[in-house]
C-alpha cells in the first residue's frame, strides 16, 4: 500500500477473489477500475474500485454478461454516492424501473443499500417511491405491467438481503398476508427490518388462509403475528377468525385496508407507521 486507502493489484485481487489478469481486462475494456498511477509507475486501486468490482460480480451473479454487467455498474455509480440527496436516488431508481431496466435498477439497490444500509433506503427511497408509484397508478398515469415489475424486483431485492430468518435466540415473528390478499410488499419491509434487529422470522407472505395461520402459530409459538392487508375488504368477513387468533398469540394488523377501529373489534393491536418505525418500536418493547 502507497497511500491512504489504495492498494495494489494483488491485493485487490486477493479481496475480491478476481485474478489480476481478470480485473486488468474489465478496467481495460470497460473503464470498470480506475487506478492511479504513482511516481514509480505502479497502479494503485481505490476503495471505489473495489466496490464497483463487487458490484460487478453481484450483476454477473445475476445472469448478465460482463458487458451488460459493467455498463450497469458504471451508471449506477454516476453519483457521488453518500452526498447525493435521497431524492435524486429514488428518482433514478423510479427512472430505471419505468424504462424496464431490470440491471440499472439493481445496479441503484446495489449501490443504494452499500452506501446507506437497509433502513434508510427502505423509509427514504423504496417506500417513498411506492407510494408515488400507487398514487400514479390511481390517476391512470401508469399500467399493470410497471407496478407489477417494480413491486416483484423491489420484494425480490428486500427478501434477498437477508439469509437465516430463523437463526439466533431473538423473538419470533410470524408475518402473513389473509387469503386474497397479494400485496406483501410492506411486510416484506417488516420482515428486513425486524430480521436486522436481531428478531427471527417466519414469512409466510401472500394469499395465506387463516387456518394455516393459526396452525403455524400454535407450532412455533411465536411473541407476535403480524397480518398486513392494503383492502379494506380483506380483513372484515375473517373477524370471528382473528378474534380467535387473538386469543392464543398476540396479533397485529397493518396495511393500508387496516383501521385501528376494526384492529380493537377483534383485539389486535395496530401498526401504523412504516415498517421500519414499526420494526423501531416492536423491537423497543
Excluded at 82 to 105: C, K, M, S
Excluded at 170 to 175: D, E, Q
Excluded at 202 to 219: F, Q, S, V, W
Aim: net charge neutral; proline share 5%.
Amino acid at each position: 500500500m502507497e497511500g491512504e486507502g489504495l492498494v495494489r493489484i494483488g491485493e485487490l485481487s486477493r479481496r475480491l477473489g478476481v485474478g489480476p489478469d481478470r480485473l486488468r481486462a474489465w478496467e481495460r475494456r470497460y473503464g470498470l477500475l480506475r487506478p492511479v498511477r504513482t511516481t514509480g509507475g505502479f497502479r494503485l486501486y481505490s476503495h471505489e474500485d473495489e466496490q464497483r468490482v463487487r458490484d460487478m460480480q453481484a450483476q454477473l451473479a445475476r445472469g448478465l454478461s460482463a458487458a451488460e454487467a459493467a455498463r450497469a455498474v458504471l451508471a449506477a455509480h454516476q453519483s457521488p454516492g453518500r452526498h447525493t440527496p435521497l431524492g435524486d436516488v429514488r428518482a433514478r431508481l423510479a427512472a430505471t424501473l419505468a424504462a424496464f431496466d431490470d440491471a440499472g435498477a439493481n445496479a441503484a439497490l446495489d449501490r443504494l443499500f452499500a452506501v446507506h444500509g437497509p433502513d434508510v433506503a427502505m423509509r427514504s427511497v423504496i417506500y417513498p417511491y411506492l407510494h408515488a408509484l400507487g398514487e400514479a397508478w390511481e390517476r391512470a398515469e401508469i399500467d399493470v405491467g410497471l407496478e407489477h415489475f417494480a413491486s416483484n424486483l423491489l420484494e425480490g431485492r428486500l427478501l434477498g438481503s437477508v439469509s437465516g430468518w430463523d437463526d439466533g435466540r431473538g423473538p419470533r415473528a410470524v408475518l402473513a398476508c389473509p387469503s386474497g390478499e397479494h400485496h406483501t410488499l410492506p411486510l416484506a419491509g417488516l420482515a428486513v427490518a425486524l430480521r436486522k434487529r436481531g428478531w427471527r422470522v417466519i414469512y409466510l407472505g401472500a394469499d395465506t388462509p387463516m387456518a394455516d395461520i393459526a396452525r403455524t402459530a400454535e407450532t412455533l409459538t411465536p411473541r407476535i403475528v403480524v397480518l398486513s392487508s392494503t383492502m379494506a375488504h380483506t380483513l372484515p368477513p375473517l373477524e370471528d377468525e382473528l378474534r380467535a387468533l387473538g386469543d392464543s398469540v398476540r396479533l397485529l394488523l397493518a396495511g393500508a385496508g387496516v383501521s385501528s377501529a376494526m384492529a380493537e373489534r377483534v383485539g389486535a393491536g395496530f401498526l401504523d407507521t412504516d415498517p421500519v418505525t414499526a420494526a423501531e418500536r416492536l423491537a423497543a418493547g
